[in-house]
């Protein structure tokens, strides 16, 4: 379970998103015209969503996919455009109330179920693949690293997810950002080295089942994000003999009876070798 500092921070996000800048991130998640550095984060969010799209396959029917902090949920369209069955939830009421009214129509199977919520709750259900983009960012790693516990309790495929690295140039951008309007600021990021939090994952018994299968920067002017793909491994199934070697039964004896009759096969063919060249002291000869 995550800890009180995830709580206050999730809270701090929900005032942020839902009430603080909301005008700000409606636009920025739309086609409106927005700043020269806004227009760097549109881009940058864009193309870490085609990131992370990209690790997931390219057909979903039939497969459960946890949206974790949908926002006004472009990520969560396009999965149920390849057909999967999306759960996509957001801490602010209001941003995915944005992702309600701009829901287009999805032929095919896939569907999109809007909570609002938090990510981690377990009533949510299992799925086969949690995407967690730009969700984490504004968490300390120790709390990261709980929250990746939690939602790989119950994912039988993968989870993707991005955080701040930690980088001279995003600490620049940080200052840089003192300068947008206080209203319009979002809740620290919190960056974290790529060493460090690999080796909390590793550490974490609960991730024991994953695998760090790869991982993707996206820099984009004033948007800097490292996507992340924890691969849950494959229970390997007990192996049969090889093809080349004998099944084994019955301890010892088992063990050596195809060798000695593949010794007795050898001895006979020796033989046979000798008869026929008259070698074996019978006299005789080759027929």
Sequence with gaps: MAGASYDTRRGELTTYFDRTAVEAWSRLTSDAPVSRIR????????AMRATLLSWLPADMTGLRL???????????????RRGAAVVAIDVSPTLVGLA????PTIPGPGRIEFRVGDMLDPSLGRFDHVVAM???????AADIVRALAALGARTDGSVLFTVAPRTALLTVMHAAGQFFPRGDRSPAIVPVTQ???????????????????????????FYLSNAIAL???AQA?????????PERNGGLEGALQPAVRSLEGSFEAAAQHLRMRGMDGTGGTAA
């Design 195 to 221: 060493g460090g939090l690999r080796r909390r994952i590793a550490s974490e018994p609960a991730l024991d089942g994953f695998t760090w299968s790869q991982s993707h920067r996206i820099n984009s002017g």
């Design 66 to 80: 946890l949206d974790a902090g949908c926002g006004t949920g472009a990520l969560s369209v396009e999965a149920a």
């Design 100 to 103: 309600r009214d701009r829901l």
């Design 237 to 245: 199934s007990h192996p049969g003999p090889h093809p080349e070697v």
């Design 39 to 46: 227009a760097t984060v549109r881009a940058g969010r864009d």
């Design 231 to 233: 691969t849950r491994i």
């Design 134 to 140: 730009d969700s984490l960012i504004h968490y300390r």
